[in-house]
């Protein structure tokens, strides 16, 4: 199994492009998070979804929007970047085991809006 | 969601146990300890977690009090790759809230 995949690795928009964050599981896990970090903030979930068709915000979900239409893909859409959107982007996947939850973090993307 | 309190950043000898402790003494009954640690500037890594009793897996062992009022990862012999940052994260469902997590360096 690849685990979670995301992609590009790196990229560098300017202020009011759009872009699409890609991110992809193989494990067959029902929950997909997107998380950003950055210096001195630690991770912050931006959108998270429990099963396909269903997608739900996280702490910072403002000019971030997801969708997710099958169990493998859970593409971040930024719509308008803005300098302040310029982060690490990690995508999480998720199964739950009773009521607990381990999570599996991607490599990350990270993204430089100038 | 409990809120955990982790040192800032510990030293540990190559070899050694590094021990690394969280409180959470705020922490409700349905309330799970996990543990991630994330490397240089990778994706985190989870590692462990646990409800009340003491876990073990291949990498790490937790250890959480009877009172449920703090925990201690333990990593038994430590070596350099070990060096990161380590979270302790305690709250239950599936919301996951990152703190600043303890800096473990490990020593040669």
């Known amino acids: 199994n690849a685990g979670v995949t995301q992609t590009p690795k790196f990229h560098i928009l300017k202020t009011g492009q759009s872009m699409t964050l890609q991110c992809a599981q193989d494990?067959?896990?029902?929950?997909l998070s997107w998380y950003r970090q950055d210096p001195g903030m630690g991770l912050r979930r931006i959108h998270y979804?429990?099963?396909?068709?269903?997608?739900d915000k996280g702490e910072v979900p403002d000019g971030y929007n997801v969708s997710r239409s099958n169990t493998e893909d859970f593409p971040l859409r930024l719509e308008s970047a803005a300098p302040s959107q310029t982060s690490v982007y990690f995508c999480?996947?998720?199964?739950?085991?009773?009521?607990?939850?381990?999570?599996?973090f991607g490599p990350g993307t990270r993204l430089t809006v100038t | 969601d409990a809120k955990t309190t982790q040192p800032t950043s510990m030293d540990c000898a190559e070899g050694r146990a590094a021990n690394l402790p969280c409180n959470h003494s705020?922490?409700?009954?349905?309330?799970?300890v996990y543990w991630y640690r994330q490397i240089h500037s990778q994706g985190p890594q989870y590692i462990i977690h646990?409800?009340?009793n003491n876990e073990t897996n291949e990498m790490a062992s937790l250890i959480i009090t009877e009172d449920r009022k703090s925990s201690t990862l333990i990593l038994p012999h430590a070596t350099l790759r070990d060096t990161a940052v380590y979270y302790c994260?305690?709250?239950?469902?599936?919301?996951?809230?990152f703190g600043a997590g303890t800096r473990l360096f490990v020593k040669a």
């Open positions: 999480a996947s998720s199964y739950s085991r009773g009521s607990s939850y381990e999570q599996y």
């Open positions: 494990m067959n896990h029902g929950y």
């Open positions: 979804s429990v099963a396909a068709g269903i997608t």
């Open positions: 705020t922490i409700s009954g349905n309330e799970y």
């Open positions: 646990g409800l009340k």
């Open positions: 994260i305690a709250l239950g469902g599936f919301k996951t809230i």
